[in-house]
């Protein structure tokens, strides 16, 4: 079967960094989303990697490693409105959107 | 900015009812999809389609039905609703099958069926 791992909740505090991971199962690779939901709001697009390594975009950066099945989330300094669920997708071999089931991020003052 | 828009948040229906949820993205994307997002699960994939009068079934397409008349309307139909069908039903849209090309959401819909 396809699987996609995410921790179900991580807490850290207002100006640190975190990294939220997310292993994945899956017949086939075609690429990995993030996306940030907000409660009550759409998620929204964060990145995509389909090539091994880190992509950075200001605060947030984005890892992936193929032949481990392994991506992370990086976060850095932490603002308490990145309070936020964080979905990781994955694209098989069909190109349908394999979803975890989301990392809920409570920032702490 | 893309802006998909679901035409309910909140909606109350009784069991056996024919419940239609509307979705419009304003974008000329051509791909549509409807989720539903449940605790502790990952988003599933109820229908898509990747073009007008067009539908594929996802995951779990048992209970559902969808039309897509116009391009930039696609419609969920749950035939005759039940309890288990209690969620939040999210919509998205894309631009093309480029697989690099993300999704974007409506705010959803939180459905409830008493």
């Given at each position: 079967g396809q699987n996609i791992?995410?921790?179900t909740e991580m807490?850290?505090?207002e100006g640190a960094i975190v990294q939220i991971n997310c292993t994945y199962q899956t017949s086939g690779f075609n690429g990995l989303f993030w996306y940030q939901q907000h409660a009550g709001e759409a998620p929204t697009f964060l990145s995509y990697n389909v090539l091994d390594g880190l992509e950075e975009k200001g605060r947030f950066s984005s890892f992936l490693s193929r032949s481990k099945g392994y991506s992370y989330l990086l976060l850095k300094e932490l603002q308490?409105?990145?309070?936020?669920?964080?979905?990781?997708a994955v694209i098989d071999?069909?190109?349908?959107?394999?979803?975890?089931?989301g990392t809920k991020l409570i920032i702490k003052p | 900015?893309?802006?998909?828009?679901q035409s309910s948040r909140y909606l109350v229906k009784?069991?056996?009812?024919?419940v239609f949820l509307e979705c419009v993205q304003d974008m000329d994307h051509e791909n549509m999809f409807w989720y539903r997002q449940d605790p502790g699960l990952g988003l599933r994939l109820i229908y898509f389609s990747y073009d007008v009068k067009m539908k594929e079934k996802g995951d779990i397409p048992e209970g559902y039905s969808v039309s897509r008349e116009k391009k930039e309307r696609f419609s969920?139909?749950?035939?005759s609703a039940s309890t288990n069908q209690t969620s939040m039903y999210l919509c998205a849209?894309?631009?093309?099958r480029e697989v690099s090309q993300p999704q974007h959401f409506g705010d959803g819909t939180r459905l409830s069926i008493l």
């Amino acid at each position: 079967g396809q699987n996609i791992d995410q921790p179900t909740e991580m807490t850290a505090t207002e100006g640190a960094i975190v990294q939220i991971n997310c292993t994945y199962q899956t017949s086939g690779f075609n690429g990995l989303f993030w996306y940030q939901q907000h409660a009550g709001e759409a998620p929204t697009f964060l990145s995509y990697n389909v090539l091994d390594g880190l992509e950075e975009k200001g605060r947030f950066s984005s890892f992936l490693s193929r032949s481990k099945g392994y991506s992370y989330l990086l976060l850095k300094e932490l603002q308490m409105k990145d309070s936020a669920s964080y979905l990781c997708a994955v694209i098989d071999s069909n190109y349908q959107l394999i979803w975890g089931a989301g990392t809920k991020l409570i920032i702490k003052p | 900015d893309v802006k998909v828009t679901q035409s309910s948040r909140y909606l109350v229906k009784r069991t056996g009812e024919k419940v239609f949820l509307e979705c419009v993205q304003d974008m000329d994307h051509e791909n549509m999809f409807w989720y539903r997002q449940d605790p502790g699960l990952g988003l599933r994939l109820i229908y898509f389609s990747y073009d007008v009068k067009m539908k594929e079934k996802g995951d779990i397409p048992e209970g559902y039905s969808v039309s897509r008349e116009k391009k930039e309307r696609f419609s969920l139909i749950l035939e005759s609703a039940s309890t288990n069908q209690t969620s939040m039903y999210l919509c998205a849209s894309s631009f093309s099958r480029e697989v690099s090309q993300p999704q974007h959401f409506g705010d959803g819909t939180r459905l409830s069926i008493l």
